[in-house]
């Protein structure tokens, strides 16, 4: 069955540091991956997206992810955290276009002052 | 653009009635919009899948009568709870697939809870 697992339930960062937080996809095929932020009382936000092509994929906010077919993942990262990133942040994928997605549990992201 | 809007973004109401939540996509066409249930704390579950002019498809152990999904226009598509209980308690979010993109855009969602 296609899966997306997020090892880290919560990751406590300061701020100005950098950050990486893991995913890790089963799918039988490359798949397509996903990015959201959810803040408190918001609606999920797309970061990014990766379907083919470059394996190092740049979103909004100054996020990115890079694709490892060799390890099964779709980290995030983010070379300098701010405050406002503090949110739940959830990998998903899917195996094509049309389908709906399959999310991973989600990161709980602390930031420390 | 793509902007998915949710009405309401919170109910509530009694054990055994039937509470419906539409999600519209504002500025763009969904051929496809899917419905998520989020329980407090944990990720989203696909619930179901539905395509303009046809019948939804649910996923493995959602209800399809307790459910029910319409998508009668490109930009519409309602959620129905048919004789909610309070373990139907939970926040709901759509999302919204068109214009030849993949990516899915996602409403604010609806906080629903069953007295």
């Known amino acids: 069955a296609q899966s997306v697992t997020q090892p880290d339930i919560h990751i406590t960062v300061s701020e100005g540091a950098s950050l990486e937080l893991r995913c890790n996809y089963s799918y039988g095929a490359t798949p397509y991956l996903f990015w959201y932020v959810q803040s408190p009382g918001q609606g999920l936000q797309l970061l990014l997206k990766y379907f083919s092509g470059d394996t190092l994929v740049q979103g909004i906010k100054g996020f990115e992810a890079e694709f490892k077919r060799s390890q099964s993942s779709f980290n995030l990262r983010k070379p300098s955290v701010h405050w406002s990133d503090a949110a739940e942040y959830f990998c998903a994928g899917k195996r094509g276009g049309a389908d709906g997605l399959t999310f991973g549990k989600g990161t709980h992201l602390i930031i420390q002052p | 653009g793509a902007v998915v809007s949710q009405h309401p973004s919170w109910v509530i109401c009694k054990s055994g009635t039937s509470v419906k939540i539409e999600c519209r996509s504002l500025?763009?066409?969904?051929?496809?919009m899917f419905w998520y249930r989020q329980f407090p704390k944990q990720s989203l579950m696909l619930m179901a899948t539905s395509n303009e002019g046809s019948k939804a498809t649910y996923e493995q152990g959602v209800e399809k009568d307790k459910f029910l999904i319409n998508h009668a226009s490109l930009t519409l598509s309602t959620l129905t709870v048919t004789s909610a209980h309070p373990e139907d308690s939970s926040f709901y979010i759509c999302?919204?697939?068109?214009?030849?993109?993949?990516?899915?855009?996602f409403g604010p969602g609806t906080r629903l809870t069953v007295t």
């Open positions: 500025d763009f066409q969904a051929t496809t």
């Open positions: 999302s919204a697939r068109g214009g030849g993109r993949y990516e899915q855009y």
